[in-house]
């Protein structure tokens, strides 16, 4: 009997364990994964700071500082999520540990208790005699044998039960310690996370603001608008005339020298096997190519978007406007050649550069370092961005494949 409650004790004791264990390494992960999280989430709010701090002094409520500060507040709101997410998460290991000290302290129970009646049986059994008097009281040679292989039994069982009540011990000791630290952490992610909210409805207030100072300055902004609209189409329409341009000399190209040229799908452009493999390489590497600028944020996004302070107007716009430090260096995403070199109304100089049959702009430049026909690598510089009149240094990005423009977001890595 007692043989049996013992390893029925142990499976239990194991079982227990062996699921602990598979809990916590799943919990761990999720853990892992929320700090990476987090700790990326606070990068950006780092460079949300550090960029619109340089431009506090001369910012004048524009429509760049709503969408950086809207930026912002997506930002800090993620964060807080992050951190309502981590204390659910503690609350739920807390939960787990504190049922795992419960199983255990009942576990020390039962063992304790199994160990008293292990040496009140063997009392009884002996009629108290002492262990010498038990053996040399045996009627033949094996009875003698049979009393000293139960006395073996009897102290080996006797001493796995008390390695196990000295094992149950330190893991419910351990536990006790990790419960603690889990309520102290617990205790700092519920500051932290107070702090951030905190941080979170200064945002909004400051959001809020420019939109009411926005409001009253509809006309304005309408001009702004149709400017912004009128450049926009001249940028477009310049990008076009570069891209058939690169088509027809690249049809002549391959008719004078009869070459073995391919077209993709959805390209007019014809395309060596050079060529072909360079398109190949770019559209293999969606998703994963370098921002043009080191540090920043989208500022403004691609599509058509409703104005963020005037009711039924919207805006469009066929790339990104990425924020970033003044005097940052603009580089290629790519490997390519410069296709050309310009400075156009509202952009400020602009460089297109060819991957292939796909091309990616960089405008809102103030110096270029590199000249037309130059090849250039990944993340090789190209220039300067421009610092405009109200603070905002920002660059225009944009991607096409011949003649078609695509979002820009959703072939840069992501942040």
């Known amino acids: 009997m007692n043989r049996k409650n013992l390893i029925i004790s142990t499976l239990l004791l194991v079982f227990v364990c062996c699921l602990s264990v598979d809990v916590a390494a799943q919990t761990k992960k999720t853990r892992e994964q929320l700090e990476r999280e987090k700790a990326e989430v606070q990068e950006r709010l780092r460079e949300f700071d ?6 506090t002094a001369i910012k004048k409520n524009s429509i760049g500082e709503l969408n950086a500060v809207t930026r ?87 001493k796995q039960q008390a390695e196990q009540i000295q094992a149950v011990s330190v893991q419910l000791a351990e536990e006790q310690v990790s419960l603690d630290q889990k309520r102290a952490e617990k205790e700092k992610v519920l500051e932290e996370e107070r702090l951030e909210k905190l941080a979170l409805d200064k945002a909004r207030q400051e959001q809020q603001g420019i939109v009411n100072n926005l409001s009253k300055k509809e006309k304005e902004i309408q001009k702004q608008i149709a400017a912004t609209k009128k450049q926009q189409d001249q940028l477009n329409r310049m990008i076009k005339q570069v891209i058939e341009e690169e088509i027809r000399l690249a049809e002549a190209a391959a008719k004078k020298s009869n070459s073995n040229t391919t077209k ?50 919207t805006m469009d716009s066929d790339g990104l406007d990425i924020r970033t430090q003044p005097n940052s260096n603009v580089r290629s995403v790519f490997d390519g050649t410069v296709t050309k070199i310009t400075t156009m109304p509202g952009f400020g100089g602009t460089v297109i550069i060819k991957h292939g ?8 430049l103030k110096t270029i370092s590199v000249k037309s026909g130059q090849s250039v690598k ?25 003649l078609n423009v695509m979002d820009p977001a959703t072939w840069i890595t992501s942040k």
């Open 264 to 313: 993709s799908a959805g390209s007019s452009m014809p395309m060596t096997p050079e060529v072909a493999a360079l398109s190949s390489s770019f559209a293999g590497n969606k998703g994963r190519l370098p921002w043009p600028v080191e540090t920043g944020f989208i500022a403004q996004g691609f599509g058509t978007y409703p104005h963020p302070t005037l009711k039924g107007i």
């Open 357 to 364: 049959e796909y091309y990616t702009m960089y405008s809102k």
């Open 72 to 158: 912002k507040v997506q930002t800090q709101s993620r964060l807080v999520n992050t951190l309502d997410r981590e204390i659910k998460l503690l609350d739920q290991e807390i939960q787990q540990t504190e049922s795992k000290i419960k199983k255990l302290k009942q576990e020390l129970i039962d063992l304790k208790a199994e160990y008293a009646r292990m040496i009140y049986n063997t009392s009884k059994l002996n009629r108290g005699l002492s262990i010498v008097s038990f053996v040399f009281s045996s009627g033949s040679f094996n009875q003698l044998y049979m009393r000293l292989k139960y006395l073996k039994q009897y102290t080996d069982n006797r």
């Open 378 to 402: 990944a993340k090789d510089v190209i220039g300067q961005v421009a610092t405009g009149p109200d603070g905002q240094a920002e660059v225009h990005f944009q991607t096409w494949k011949g």
């Open 50 to 55: 550090k960029i619109l701090k340089q431009t």
